[in-house]
């Protein structure tokens, strides 16, 4: 059951990262904020290739990072439809020095602390990510490269996943701390935050959310 929890939540988020993909290039943008992409990126890296977990986790890991790469040629080939006032040098020394930031913090982590399945790391991205999808959408003021479903979807995979791991691991993740109970909370709210925030952009753009996937 645990299995079939886990994979269906991955599927999900593929299905996020596959209409992500779909409306960058309908938007002619990208859809993830750079600093996401680079955790995401290196996260699916690690425990795809380097610390791979079991089937039929590790193919819905490389799966997604394959998916990641579709979105980074969005944001290197695209990226200045966003940053019209940055130099290329610039830009991709940014790029360049989180992406290597990025990949180190969560190497180091999992080496020093044994977090072979990422559960710690996986976590703290996605609350970094409920908080950079908000962030995205304030500083362009606009919807492009999202849509409601893209939202919902990425609220329920990290759902999923939350409750998969509060049924069979409640003792270890819950209930010796209440951190991940906190954590958790915070995603979902952050989460619900947005779909509310894409909701009153696009009515406000004059834009039909639930027929725009």
Not at 8 to 37: C, E, H, N
Request: glycine share 4%; charged share 10%; aromatic share 22%.
């Amino acid at each position: 059951m645990f299995t079939l929890i886990m994979v269906s939540s991955g599927i999900l988020w593929l299905l996020a990262y596959i209409l992500i993909i779909k409306r960058g290039f309908q938007d002619k943008t990208y859809g993830m904020p750079l600093v996401a992409i680079c955790g995401n990126i290196s996260w699916e890296f690690i425990f795809s290739f380097i610390y791979p977990h079991l089937a039929p986790h590790v193919y819905v890991n490389i799966f997604a990072f394959s998916l990641d790469l579709i979105i980074l040629f969005q944001l290197l080939f695209i990226w200045q439809n966003e940053f019209k006032g940055l130099s290329k040098k610039f830009f991709y020394t940014i790029f360049i020095s989180i992406f290597v930031i990025s990949f180190y913090i969560m190497f180091v982590i999992t080496y020093r602390y044994r977090d072979l399945y990422g559960v710690k790391l996986a976590y703290g991205q996605n609350l970094l990510m409920s908080i950079l999808f908000i962030t995205m959408i304030l500083n362009r003021n606009s919807i492009k490269g999202q849509s409601i479903y893209i939202a919902i979807l990425k609220m329920l995979g990290t759902a999923l996943t939350s409750v998969a791991f509060y049924i069979f691991f409640a003792r270890e993740f819950y209930e010796n701390s209440i951190f991940w109970s906190i954590l958790y909370t915070l995603i979902f709210l952050f989460d619900i935050i947005y779909i509310f925030i894409f909701y009153q952009k696009s009515r406000k753009q004059a834009i039909n959310p639930w027929t725009r996937a």
